[in-house]
């Protein structure tokens, strides 16, 4: 569904910049083409601006980058942008294919338990292109879903969620995986374990959840994102257990969508700090992989910070 409304809008787009161009500078064919990729670029750059510029008015206290690291922070961002809904999110079925998860075996418990890797607002499973490709050559057997439609309650991810989980558990032959969420994936695999409990789960990761909401919500369409304004009566009733296993939160104190950053921390869970990154660049960033590996490796013992 996103796939095919992205590749929809962005024909849409195509056409009112050629439009523009033909008709208002009477550029010719090869100008007006030249002039939609810059059309494209441009306003996603638009975008990524307008996201930093609320995190700096919004900001939580954090270490300060220098210009060039701050500017190379930015850009990561945008690209990671670009490629996310430009490249890889239309055209997912080219990027993704099926989860490549083991049959069950007689020797299955012996292997490490699957990963769950649980998207975050307005994207696809095609969110974890990188990441998956990251898991699965250190030897992780990882599945992925699509949360659909993109702009509803997080209520009704839960239950495809259930789903998804006994698909895996069942194919694979584990008792358990490890789950991991990005931004509002994190809150829909919390919201999982508050209604089901964690009997068939052995560890969470978050990588840039707002736990504690985020103000750039108030502008965000959907009932998702309604819930995820801070301070909102769904964010406290999510609270109410702590939370009721292994908990990894990763995160970046310069996130540019999760603002104040310090919404990004959850009570009760192990936290690791990336500096200059992103929220749309930690998924695919080396230093989020290298995190993320550790984190399903740990044994639960406290984690510190990464910088």
């Known amino acids: ?35 939609a990729v810059v059309g494209i670029l441009a306003l996603r750059a638009l975008l990524v601006a307008t996201s930093y510029a609320f995190s700096l ?45 083991p049959a069950a075996t007689a020797e299955a418990g012996r292997r490490r338990d699957p990963v769950l890797l649980v998207h975050g607002y307005g994207c696809s499973r095609a969110a974890w292109w990188w990441l998956r490709r990251r898991l699965e050559a250190a030897g992780w057997s990882v599945a992925t879903l699509s949360l659909e439609p993109v702009y509803t309650s997080i ?97 970046s104190p310069h996130d540019n969508f999760v603002m104040p950053q310090a919404n990004l921390e959850l009570p009760g869970a192990s936290h690791r700090a990336i500096d200059g990154l992103g929220h749309l660049a930690m998924l695919y960033s080396p230093r989020v992989g290298r995190a993320l590996l550790a984190a399903l490796a740990a044994d639960g013992r406290a984690a510190g910070s990464q910088r």
């Open 57 to 101: 008015a919004w900001h939580s206290p954090a270490p300060r980058l220098g210009m060039v690291h701050g500017l190379r922070m930015v850009l990561a961002e945008y690209a990671a942008f670009v490629l996310s809904f430009v490249l890889i999110f239309p055209v997912e079925r080219w990027w993704m294919g099926a989860d490549r998860l």
């Open 1 to 35: 569904m996103l796939a095919r409304a992205l590749c929809l809008s962005l024909l849409l787009e195509v056409v009112l910049y050629v439009a523009i161009a033909t008709q208002l500078f009477d550029a010719s064919p090869a100008a007006a083409a030249v002039a």
């Open 155 to 251: 209520e009704h991810y839960v239950d495809p969620l259930a789903r998804r989980i006994d698909e895996v558990l069942a194919q694979t032959g584990a008792e358990r995986l490890l789950l991991v969420g990005h931004s509002m994936g994190g809150l829909v695999a919390r919201r999982y374990l508050q209604r089901f409990g964690n009997a068939r789960v052995a560890k969470l990761v978050t990588l840039g959840t707002p736990h504690q909401g985020s103000r750039l919500a108030c502008i965000g369409a959907g009932d998702n994102a309604r819930q995820m304004r801070p301070h909102g009566a769904w964010l406290r009733a999510l609270a109410n257990p702590a939370p009721l296993l292994d908990t990894v939160v990763i995160y």
